[in-house]
Structures are given as C-alpha cells and as structure tokens.
T-cell receptor, first 115, second 115 residues
Framework: NAGVMQNPRHLVRRRGQEARLRCSPM?????VYWYRQLPEEGLKFMVY????????ESGMPKERFSAEFPKEGPSILRIQQVVRGDSAAYFC?????????????FGQGTRLTVV | AQKITQTQPGMFVQEKEAVTLDCTYD???????LFWYKQPSSGEMIFLIY??????QNATEGRYSLNFQKARKSANLVISASQLGDSAMYFC????????????FGGGTRLMVKP
C-alpha cells in the first residue's frame, strides 16, 4: 500500500513562472491537506480538499495560489507568478475521511526554489 | 493565538540516554488529537506517535512515549535510549476537532545526539 506520493521532489522556478505541485493520496483516501514549511519553521496549514470540493482554504494566500482535487488524478497545488517568498517545502497529507485520522501521514514534500 | 508551543529550540542528549521534548497546547475543545513528527535533515515528515484526548493511557511506540498531562495541557515526547539516528527536528502538532481536520504545528525542537 503506497504512501502519500508527491512530485516533483524538487522544483526550481524563475520569478513570474508558474509552479504546479502534485499529490496522490494513499489508496482509499479521499481527503487531502496541503501544508507549507518555511525555512526553520513548523508546517502551516494551507488548504483541505475532498474530491471535487474545497473544504477549508483558510490558510491559502488570497492571490496567486489555488488548489484542486479532481475526481480522477492527483491533487494539484498551483502557484502563479511565483516570487522569492514562495520558496519553501510544500507537504501533502491524506486521510480516509473527516475526523477519522488517528494517524496523519505526509508525503515527502516538494521543495520549491524561486530564483 | 498560538495553539502549540515548543519551548526548546535545541537540545543535546548523550547517546543511550533518555530525553524529553516539551510540548504544550491550548484548546477549549474536549475532543482533540496530539501528534509528534520527526523531520531528519533529508526533509521528510515521519509520523512517530499519536495521543487522543479521550485516551486513558499514555501512548507508546517502541522507544517513543508520550507523557500526556491533560490538566496541564502538555504532551511531552520521551525518547528512551537515544541513538545517533535520532538527531533531527521534532514537531508537536494538534488536531482540534472543533476547528476542522487540519493540524496545527509547533515551531519544533532540534535534537542532537552526542556519541
């Protein structure tokens, strides 16, 4: 049973480009969470999605950031017109349902570097 | 308001000794979960241990145990018989069931095991 899979592991973008980060949840999981970790800090919640629905996006910046979790395929976190401050590690976690997870497993993260 | 506090930015421990990493939390919800994660220098987030607010006994997983003191709102991680491979960042996190299914993380403690 594969764990949470994220790709790419490392992503370099120039300022102004778009970054697309992908997350495939664990088998049987229909809920996905995205977190961001700035250097030397803990993870900060960004967005919580169920298939085809955004449940909570209270941690998402209002501009340039969007997330989706389509019926088929991975969840995508999209950052448009990236800036240096977007450089961070982005982690994804999944769970089988709401308030079910007594364990919360993360993917290996995508490290975004904006140059 | 900060919900999770880790007051030890860095700690040293001698190999084979036990170490306690502190974590205090703040919530008014009676139902919540507490998590500890290890983040080695390679960057991935490794789930270590979980404690539910209604669990009667302290959680244990191998060399990891959670000293859960509900009245004091503390959830300290105890690592017994430290190994060199335990050197890493350690994060405490809380899932507040009244505030959604996401995790709130502390700022982390960097543990360094001395040979």
């Amino acid at each position: 049973n594969a764990g949470v899979m994220q790709n790419p592991r490392h992503l370099v973008r120039r300022r102004g480009q778009e970054a697309r980060l992908r997350c495939s949840p664990m088998k049987g999981h229909s809920h996905v969470y995205w977190y961001r970790q700035l250097p030397e800090e803990g993870l900060k919640f960004m967005v919580y999605l169920q298939k085809e629905n955004i449940i909570d996006e209270s941690g998402m910046p209002k501009e340039r950031f969007s997330a989706e979790f389509p019926k088929e395929g991975p969840s995508i976190l999209r950052i448009q017109q990236v800036v240096r401050g977007d450089s961070a590690a982005y982690f994804c976690a999944s769970s089988p349902g709401f308030l079910v997870n007594t364990e919360a497993f993360f993917g290996q993260g995508t490290r975004l570097t904006v140059v | 308001a900060q919900k999770i506090t880790q007051t030890q930015p860095g700690m040293f421990v001698q190999e084979k000794e036990a170490v306690t990493l502190d974590c205090t939390y703040d919530t008014s919800d009676p139902s919540y979960g507490l998590f500890w994660y290890k983040q080695p220098s390679s960057g991935e987030m490794i789930f270590l241990i979980y404690q539910g607010s209604y669990d009667q006994q302290n959680a244990t997983e191998g060399r990891y145990s959670l000293n859960f003191q509900k009245a004091r709102k503390s959830a300290n991680l105890v690592i017994s018989a430290s190994q060199l491979g335990d050197s890493a960042m350690y994060f405490c996190a809380m899932r507040d069931d009244g505030a959604g299914n996401m995790l709130t993380f502390g700022g982390g403690t960097r543990l360094m095991v001395k040979p």
